[in-house]
T-cell receptor, first 111, second 112 residues
Framework: GQNIDQPTEMTATEGAIVQINCTYQ??????LFWYQQHAGEAPTFLSY????GLEEKGRFSSFLSRSKGYSYLLLKELQMKDSASYLCAVAFSGGYNKLIFGAGTRLAVHP | DTAVSQTPKYLVTQMGNDKSIKCEQN?????MYWYKQDSKKFLKIMFS???????INETVPNRFSPKSPDKAHLNLHINSLELGDSAVYFC???????????FGPGTRLTVT
């Protein structure tokens, strides 16, 4: 299978840092994406990792370890507007690549 | 000048009916997708087209039929609607599979 696991829910305080983990089965791995989805809205792209290491983009960073089948999304200086679901999606090879999405992590940011 | 648009945004219909959802992208992308997001928020790929050619066809009942008249449009027709078809359907597009996907606003389908 192509299971992707991430925590269901997390809570954090405004101004803090939160790390959302994602694990996946490494067979056929061809890249990992993070998307943000606010309630009732469409997912929007946050980051893409295909090589090991950390990709930083403003307050958001994403890390990948291909050998461990592990990624995390790091959100710094949390703001109330960061309350949303964060979807980890893995591209698996097999002819044409397709994205398999995790169930998402619902993050609630409190004052 | 919305990048990926879908119509309608809401669709309420009865079991057994046939309905269509339309999607258009003005980003010049070659690849378009249909996803289904159920009540548990799982986002699952249904179909993908690359330059009007069907390249991904997941295990979806054949009551669902996608059509791509040109690479900017991807429509989804659903025959004999069932209660279990109730979900949010998202259209998306990307330059290629390795690039970020841009999602439309979604169509919330409710079958009664």
């Amino acid at each position: 299978g192509q299971n992707i696991d991430q925590p269901t829910e997390m809570t954090a305080t405004e101004g803090a840092i939160v790390q959302i983990n994602c694990t996946y089965q490494t067979s056929g791995f061809n890249g990992l994406f993070w998307y943000q989805q606010h309630a009732g809205e469409a997912p929007t792209f946050l980051s893409y990792n295909v090589l090991d290491g950390l990709e930083e983009k403003g307050r958001f960073s994403s890390f990948l370890s291909r050998s461990k089948g592990y990624s995390y999304l790091l959100l710094k200086e949390l703001q109330m507007k960061d309350s949303a679901s964060y979807l980890c999606a893995v591209a698996f090879s097999g002819g044409y690549n397709k994205l398999i999405f995790g169930a998402g992590t619902r993050l609630a940011v409190h004052p | 000048d919305t990048a990926v648009s879908q119509t309608p945004k809401y669709l309420v219909t009865q079991m057994g009916n046939d309905k269509s959802i339309k999607c258009e992208q003005n980003l010049g992308h070659d690849t378009m997708y249909w996803y289904k997001q159920d009540s548990k928020k799982f986002l699952k790929i249904m179909f993908s087209y690359n330059n009007k050619e069907l390249i991904i066809n997941e295990t979806v009942p054949n009551r669902f039929s996608p059509k791509s008249p040109d690479k900017a449009h991807l429509n989804l027709h659903i025959n004999s609607l069932e209660l279990g078809d109730s979900a949010v359907y998202f259209c998306a597009s990307s330059q290629d599979w390795a690039y970020e996907q841009y999602f439309g606003p979604g169509t919330r389908l409710t079958v009664t």
